[in-house]
């Protein structure tokens, strides 16, 4: 029987290599996305070998009060999930969420209020059926505050909170809930990043994504090398810390 697959934030780089691998194992996909445009490009691509994509949103996933209907209309539609992956974010700017409310709040909109409105209804519905494996794309800036991203990495440590009790919770009933640290991909999203041998590419990750589904689900590091830095970042002292530039600079 082939898998019963939600992707939110689908037409991410990451998220659409995802949908490419279960796309040619037959999965069937539940896609959901910002960009009308764009996913129905991908939903066309990906039903091309074959009717894979069994249906599809096009939703501003902060408007957070209509996000438990369409976790409802996704559910109903595969008749289950089997999978879940919450893959969208906003990198915001650093600088002017200093400053600005509004920024700073886009980015806690986006990177933690979203995804838990969505969370809400996953969790309950993959509780209610005793299976299911429900995935969150989140950061390793997520876990020390760094001057360069720590609005953004604020947001993406409370998710990683948020799913710890979450797995917790699911854990009787059988749910598994991973937490995808990310280290930096090149993606649209770091374009205007300078690139370094720390940065993967979206088909690495999501390669790397799809191998953690196979475990029981924690902490899942992409790349997993990031695992190592971060033990080490974690534990050094704040006075250490904040005089070392390479890792609390601008």
């Given at each position: 029987?082939?898998?019963?697959?939600?992707?939110?934030?689908?037409?991410?780089?990451?998220?659409?290599?995802?949908?490419?691998?279960?796309?040619?194992?037959?999965?069937?996909?539940?896609?959901?996305?910002?960009?009308?445009?764009?996913?129905?490009?991908?939903?066309?691509?990906?039903?091309?070998?074959?009717?894979?994509?069994?249906?599809?949103?096009?939703?501003?996933?902060?408007?957070?009060?209509?996000?438990?209907?369409?976790?409802?209309?996704?559910?109903?539609?595969?008749?289950?999930?089997?999978?879940?992956?919450?893959?969208?974010?906003?990198?915001?700017?650093?600088?002017?969420?200093?400053?600005?409310?509004?920024?700073?709040?886009?980015?806690?909109?986006?990177?933690?209020?979203?995804?838990?409105?969505?969370?809400?209804?996953?969790?309950?519905?993959?509780?209610?059926?005793?299976?299911?494996?429900?995935?969150?794309?989140?950061?390793?800036?997520?876990?020390?505050?760094?001057?360069?991203?720590?609005?953004?990495?604020?947001?993406?440590?409370?998710?990683s909170r948020y799913l710890e009790g979450v797995r917790s919770r699911l854990y009787p009933s059988g749910v598994r809930v991973y937490d995808f640290r990310l280290g930096p991909v090149?993606?649209?999203?770091?374009?205007?990043?300078?690139?370094?041998?720390?940065?993967?590419?979206?088909?690495?990750?999501?390669?790397?994504?799809?191998?953690?589904?196979?475990?029981?689900?924690?902490?899942?590091?992409?790349?997993?090398?990031?695992?190592?830095?971060?033990?080490?970042?974690?534990?050094?002292?704040?006075?250490?810390?904040?005089?070392?530039?390479?890792?609390?600079?601008?």
């Open positions: 029987m082939s898998e019963r697959v939600l992707i939110i934030g689908a037409t991410s780089a990451i998220a659409a290599a995802f949908a490419r691998l279960h796309a040619q194992r037959g999965s069937q996909l539940y896609l959901i996305a910002r960009n009308r445009e764009r996913l129905a490009a991908l939903v066309d691509e990906l039903n091309a070998a074959g009717e894979r994509v069994v249906g599809w949103a096009s939703a501003d996933l902060d408007a957070l009060a209509q996000n438990a209907a369409l976790v409802a209309s996704a559910h109903a539609r595969l008749s289950g999930f089997d999978l879940v992956l919450i893959a969208h974010g906003y990198l915001g700017d650093q600088l002017r969420s200093e400053t600005d409310l509004d920024e700073a709040l886009a980015s806690l909109r986006t990177n933690l209020l979203s995804p838990v409105s969505l969370l809400l209804e996953i969790a309950a519905r993959c509780e209610a059926q005793a299976s299911g494996r429900v995935g969150v794309i989140t950061s390793v800036a997520g876990e020390r505050g760094r001057p360069r991203n720590y609005t953004y990495g604020a947001a993406k440590g409370g998710l090149d993606t649209p999203m770091t374009h205007d990043h300078p690139k370094n041998a720390l940065f993967t590419t979206a088909e690495r990750a999501a390669a790397r994504i799809d191998r953690g589904f196979a475990g029981r689900g924690r902490a899942v590091y992409v790349p997993g090398f990031w695992w190592w830095i971060m033990l080490v970042v974690r534990w050094l002292p704040e006075p250490i810390f904040q005089r070392l530039s390479f890792l609390s600079g601008r």
